[in-house]
C-alpha cells in the first residue's frame, strides 16, 4: 500500500476506475458522464501536477498511483467532489507533514504518501461534500 510500500497497485486503481464508471452509468445517480469527467478532471489535475513538479520543485511531486487512485475517485463520485478531495487530501497531508516535520519525526525533504490523504478526502466529500460546498458559499456570498 502506499503507506508502507509506497505503491498503489494497478490491480486496484484499474478495476476501481472501471467498476466506478459502470456504477456511475447504472446503480448511482452521478450518470455515466459525470463519472467520465470526473475522472479526467481528477486524474488530469493530478497528472498536470505530476508533470510540473520537476520544472516548479525540481524533483517528482507524486507518484503515477496517486493520479490513477483520483481518476477512480473521480469516476466514483463525479468532477466536483474529486476536485474537493484534492484540496481536502492537500490540506489534511500539509497538516499531518508540517506536524510530522515540526516534530523532527521527518525531514522536510522525506517522501509523505498522498494515496491516505485521497481517501480521507474522497470520504470526506462523499460524506460532507455537499454540506461543505454550501458553508463555503455562504462565506463567499455572506
Given at each position: 500500500t502506499?503507506?508502507?510500500?509506497?505503491?498503489?497497485p494497478?490491480?486496484?486503481t484499474?478495476?476501481?476506475?472501471?467498476?466506478?464508471l459502470?456504477?456511475?452509468?447504472?446503480?448511482l445517480?452521478?450518470?455515466?458522464v459525470?463519472?467520465?469527467i470526473g475522472l479526467?478532471?481528477?486524474?488530469g489535475?493530478?497528472?498536470l501536477?505530476a508533470w510540473?513538479s520537476p520544472?516548479l520543485f525540481?524533483?517528482?511531486?507524486?507518484?503515477?498511483?496517486?493520479?490513477?487512485?483520483?481518476?477512480?475517485?473521480?469516476?466514483f463520485?463525479?468532477?466536483?467532489?474529486?476536485?474537493?478531495?484534492?484540496?481536502?487530501g492537500?490540506?489534511l497531508?500539509?497538516?499531518?507533514g508540517?506536524?510530522?516535520?515540526?516534530s523532527?519525526a521527518i525531514?522536510?525533504?522525506d517522501?509523505?504518501?498522498?494515496?491516505?490523504f485521497l481517501v480521507?478526502g474522497?470520504?470526506?466529500?462523499?460524506?460532507?461534500g455537499?454540506?461543505?460546498?454550501d458553508w463555503y458559499?455562504?462565506?463567499?456570498?455572506g
Amino acid at each position: 500500500t502506499d503507506l508502507s510500500h509506497k505503491i498503489i497497485p494497478n490491480a486496484i486503481t484499474f478495476p476501481g476506475i472501471v467498476l466506478g464508471l459502470i456504477s456511475a452509468g447504472t446503480i448511482l445517480p452521478l450518470g455515466l458522464v459525470n463519472g467520465i469527467i470526473g475522472l479526467l478532471v481528477g486524474g488530469g489535475i493530478l497528472w498536470l501536477l505530476a508533470w510540473a513538479s520537476p520544472y516548479l520543485f525540481g524533483k517528482e511531486g507524486m507518484g503515477g498511483g496517486d493520479i490513477k487512485l483520483l481518476a477512480m475517485i473521480g469516476a466514483f463520485l463525479g468532477w466536483k467532489p474529486a476536485v474537493m478531495t484534492i484540496m481536502l487530501g492537500s490540506f489534511l497531508g500539509s497538516v499531518v507533514g508540517v506536524t510530522l516535520i515540526a516534530s523532527k519525526a521527518i525531514k522536510r525533504e522525506d517522501y509523505i504518501p498522498f494515496g491516505p490523504f485521497l481517501v480521507f478526502g474522497a470520504l470526506i466529500s462523499l460524506f460532507f461534500g455537499q454540506a461543505l460546498l454550501d458553508w463555503y458559499e455562504s462565506l463567499l456570498t455572506g
